[in-house]
T-cell receptor, first 115, second 110 residues
């Protein structure tokens, strides 16, 4: 399976600032996703990162708040903009390798705390 | 109603016990069912992957799907302290979206 890394692994940020999270995969993958895991809640899909085009956002998530880039098949970034304490969460990227399987694999996550 | 319901626990069992973890779901279109294991401060790790109804066994783990009841289970035999983690069920919907349960926190006591 693909090996996924995320940077940073954790961060503590001030209200009103922005943080960009990077997701790097060691092989080309067909699909990349960004999830949020808030304390005590299930994982929630933020958006599908599309290579070379705008991301596809789920209901409740907008590009202005969570801009996403995917310049190639192995890399994506998620920015959490104008942060508030409610954005404190774990952010995970996941990938689907393709080749006939829909199995998703997850990165280790980025733990974000907004003060 | 949530798409996927899972008892959050926590669940504590003695070492060697059989563990049963369960999820129910509401969308009859779900076809693929997964169980993820998530250790503290780590990302979810795929444990079992099944398609449609039936059982699938992998070592000490058995995944069971009952589509008629919209009910899935994960059984862990001879549980070990290293099995202590949060277990999340997940199902694939349209457009490859994954729907997750909230996770059940399991502790296996030596």
């Amino acid at each position: 399976s693909a090996v996924i890394s995320q940077k940073p692994s954790r961060d503590i940020c001030q209200r009103g600032t922005s943080l960009t999270i990077q997701c790097q995969v060691d092989s080309q993958v067909t699909m990349m996703f960004w999830y949020r895991q808030q304390p005590g809640q299930s994982l929630t899909l933020i958006a599908t990162a599309n290579q070379g085009s705008e991301a596809t956002y789920e209901s409740g998530f907008v590009i202005d708040k969570f801009p996403i880039s995917r310049p190639n098949l192995t890399f994506s970034t998620l920015t959490v903009s104008n942060m508030s304490p409610e954005d404190s969460s774990i952010y995970l990227c996941s990938v689907v390798e393709g080749g006939g399987t829909d199995t998703q694999y997850f990165g280790p996550g980025t733990r974000l705390t907004v003060l | 109603q949530k798409e996927v319901e899972q008892d959050p626990g926590p669940l504590s069992v003695p070492e060697g016990a059989i563990v049963s973890l369960n999820c129910t779901y509401s969308n009859s279109a779900f076809q693929y069912f997964m169980w993820y294991r998530q250790y503290s401060r780590k990302g979810p790790e795929l444990l079992m992957y099944t398609y449609s109804s039936g059982n699938k066994e992998d070592g000490r783990f058995t995944a069971q799907v009952d589509k008629s009841s919209k009910y899935i289970s994960l059984f862990i035999r001879d549980s070990q302290p290293s099995d202590s983690a949060t277990y999340l069920c997940a199902m694939i919907g349209v457009a490859n979206n994954l729907f997750f349960g909230t996770g059940t926190r399991l502790t296996v006591i030596p």
